[in-house]
């Protein structure tokens, strides 16, 4: 059934996308308290990943609407906040432009390896990739100004970004026969 729970937790991280972005970037994202409405949406999407997940295994309710539907809602979720993160002068474009071009390397990637057959599971880079993003785009949404919380948000940064790329290349290479099969 396409509208079990998990799908519809899917569903209402994509729907909560555009009002995330819409409180982050509120009165140029410098109202705090519109700050701390995109956080609490942020963490509300972010946690409907691990919940929809979480009760799809459980319950054996995987559906293959679920299988294409959640990770674009994810790509949806982090890309945006990352977008609105450029838009608001936080982040810089070039981490975002490595990183939304990864997600579609990746994607296009895993679209050619299940034509044949293959399914490319989740890598332990891939892993903490996700883990760096959804803490680096908290402390963004935050906006720490200084102090030890800022060098915290600028170090994330710079992990997120390494762990973007050091999780593509692993993905390319543990599955580069992918890339050489040949179709029929």
């Known amino acids: 059934m396409i509208w079990n729970l998990p799908n519809k937790l899917t569903m209402a991280r994509v729907i909560l996308v555009p009002f995330f972005v819409w409180a ?16 609490i949406l942020f963490a509300a999407a972010s946690y409907t990943d691990h919940l ?6 459980k319950y054996h309710l995987i559906t293959n609407f679920g299988k294409f ?12 906040a990352l977008i609105c993160m450029v838009s608001l002068g936080e982040l810089p474009a070039w981490i975002v432009i490595i990183i939304v071009a990864r997600e ?8 050619i390896a299940a034509e044949q057959g293959i399914v490319i599971a989740a890598s332990m880079w891939g892993k903490a990739k996700t883990v ?16 030890p ?18 999780s593509l290349c692993d993905y390319l290479w543990k599955n580069r026969r992918v890339l050489a099969a040949e179709s029929e």
């Open 52 to 57: 929809d997940g979480k009760i799809a295994r």
């Open 132 to 147: 760096s993003q959804m803490a680096c785009i908290v402390l963004l949404i935050l906006n720490f100004r200084d102090g």
């Open 149 to 166: 919380m800022k060098l915290l948000t600028e170090l994330l940064i710079i992990l997120m970004t390494l762990l973007t790329v050091i």
């Open 69 to 80: 539907m959640d990770p674009l809602a994810d790509k949806l979720l982090v890309c945006s």
């Open 104 to 111: 579609f390397i990746i994607s296009g990637f895993r679209l």
């Open 24 to 39: 982050l970037l509120k009165d140029g994202g410098t109202s705090q308290a519109f700050r701390l409405v995109s956080l």
